[in-house]
C-alpha cells in the first residue's frame, strides 16, 4: 500500500531496482504456464518420480527382505524406510 501521491516514484523505483522479477521472464512464465506446458512438465515429472521410487523400493524389498520395511508414503520422491527389529552392531550398518 502506496499513498496515492507517491505511487509513480515507487513503480518508477521498482521498475529499476528490482530484478527479481524482469517483465521479460514474467510473460515467458505465464505464457508457459497458460500454453499448458507447465501441467505437462509437471505430468512427466510426477510420472518419472514415481518410476523411480518404485524401482527404488523394489531394489529394497529384493536385496533388503526381511532387514528394512519400506512404509509407503504419498511426498512423491522420498520413502520411509526401517530396520528391522533386532539388527545392532556392526551387522546392522552393512
Do not use: N
Amino acid at each position: 500500500m502506496v499513498p496515492e501521491h507517491l505511487r509513480e516514484q515507487f513503480a518508477m523505483t521498482k521498475y529499476y531496482t528490482d530484478l527479481c522479477s524482469g517483465y521479460l521472464e514474467q510473460a515467458v512464465l505465464a505464457r508457459f504456464i497458460s500454453e499448458g506446458h507447465y501441467a505437462s512438465h509437471v505430468r512427466r515429472i510426477r510420472k518419472a518420480c514415481f518410476e523411480r521410487k518404485s524401482a527404488l523400493e523394489a531394489a529394497i524389498a529384493r536385496y533388503f527382505a526381511g532387514r528394512m520395511v519400506v512404509h509407503p508414503t504419498d511426498s512423491g520422491i522420498h520413502i520411509v524406510c526401517w530396520l528391522s527389529a533386532g539388527l545392532k552392531g556392526r551387522r546392522g550398518r552393512r
